[in-house]
């Protein structure tokens, strides 16, 4: 559980990087929208992520891994959807700010020592 909140703040901290580094990903809220947009990314991350993961295995292969950042990609315009409080204005915003956030997540990650 206490690995589930690290992540969600985390993933906050991730969306408050990436709005205030990224040109084009606009985050229009406080910090209750980026609790909660954390919230949903770290949900998506840890249910439908490994399962989209599973079904595209042989793509990720192929481009020796990097078919994960279109799927994260995906998951963060999923949570952009969902959200009227995050505008991404275009694709490369889009990529700009899923590689900013896997680099947040990965330093916060190996600081704290996340394990599964």
């Given at each position: ?40 990314l ?20 192929l ?54």
């Amino acid at each position: 559980m206490m690995g589930f909140i690290i992540r969600i703040l985390g993933n906050s901290v991730a969306l408050w990087i990436a709005s205030w580094g990224v040109a084009g990903f606009i985050f229009s809220g406080g910090i209750k929208e980026y609790v909660m947009a954390g919230v949903v990314l770290g949900l998506l991350n840890m249910i439908i992520k490994p399962i989209v993961k599973f079904i595209s295995f042989p793509v990720i292969i192929l481009t020796l891994g990097l078919f994960i950042i279109v799927i994260n990609a995906l998951l963060l315009w999923l949570v952009d959807y969902i959200f009227d409080f995050i505008t991404i204005s275009n694709v490369m915003s889009l990529v700009w700010a899923t590689i900013v956030i896997a680099i947040v997540n990965m330093i916060i990650s190996a600081l704290t020592k996340v394990t599964d």
